[in-house]
């Protein structure tokens, strides 16, 4: 079971809900995990929001710091913002493959409801769509090489 870990710099909305994909697209071959570099300490209650709507599970979350995950042997390491892709990662990630998967920040969007609402669903979308075409990969048949260059491609999606 590949063990991912998505990264993002608050850890309050994207990599929240990308765990969340993860987790449930792909029970039994993918366990996820997200943290953050700079952490809010608080999951955006949107992000909650729309998993909830989607009928996904959104008991356990919180936005931790990727210290927090030391003792979790990654294997991949996806970042989902711009901000974190172009961070060093903690010593104990070295060994990850890493990839990039940057989307705009739905917590940014602070006009009317309607559109803080499209801008997480948007967020929600995107995700799914790239985390249904990297649970379509061959994982365990790919190269290490072969599958970071497969997961930046699907980090293109949307972009």
Same mark, same amino acid.
């Given at each position: 079971?590949?063990?991912?870990?998505? *990264?993002?710099?608050?850890?309050?909305?994207?990599? =929240?809900?990308?765990?969340?994909? *993860?987790?449930?697209?792909?029970?039994?071959?993918i #366990?996820?995990?997200?943290?953050?570099?700079?952490?809010?300490?608080? &999951?955006?209650?949107?992000? *909650?929001?729309?998993?909830?709507?989607?009928?996904?599970?959104?008991?356990?979350?919180? @936005? /931790?710091?990727?210290?927090?995950? #030391?003792?979790?042997?990654?294997? =991949? &390491?996806?970042?989902?913002?711009?901000?974190?892709?172009?961070?060093?990662?903690?010593?104990?990630?070295?060994?990850?493959? /890493?990839?990039?998967?940057?989307?705009?920040?739905?917590?940014? &969007?602070?006009?009317?409801?309607? #559109?803080?609402?499209?801008?997480?669903?948007?967020?929600?979308?995107?995700?799914?769509?790239?985390?249904?075409?990297?649970?379509?990969?061959?994982?365990?048949?790919l @190269?290490e090489?072969? *599958?970071?260059?497969?997961?930046?491609?699907?980090? /293109? =999606?949307?972009?």
């Amino acid at each position: 079971m590949y063990k991912i870990l998505i *990264l993002c710099t608050g850890n309050s909305c994207r990599s =929240i809900i990308g765990e969340a994909l *993860l987790n449930h697209l792909g029970k039994g071959r993918i #366990e996820a995990y997200s943290a953050g570099s700079h952490p809010t300490g608080r &999951v955006n209650p949107n992000a *909650l929001a729309i998993l909830n709507e989607h009928g996904i599970p959104t008991t356990g979350f919180s @936005s /931790k710091s990727w210290a927090a995950l #030391e003792s979790v042997p990654i294997d =991949i &390491v996806i970042t989902v913002c711009d901000r974190a892709a172009g961070e060093t990662c903690p010593a104990y990630l070295g060994k990850a493959l /890493k990839a990039h998967w940057g989307l705009p920040d739905p917590a940014g &969007v602070t006009d009317s409801e309607q #559109e803080v609402k499209a801008a997480f669903q948007a967020t929600y979308d995107a995700l799914k769509r790239r985390v249904e075409r990297l649970l379509a990969l061959p994982l365990e048949s790919l @190269s290490e090489q072969k *599958l970071v260059d497969q997961l930046n491609e699907i980090g /293109k =999606i949307d972009a």
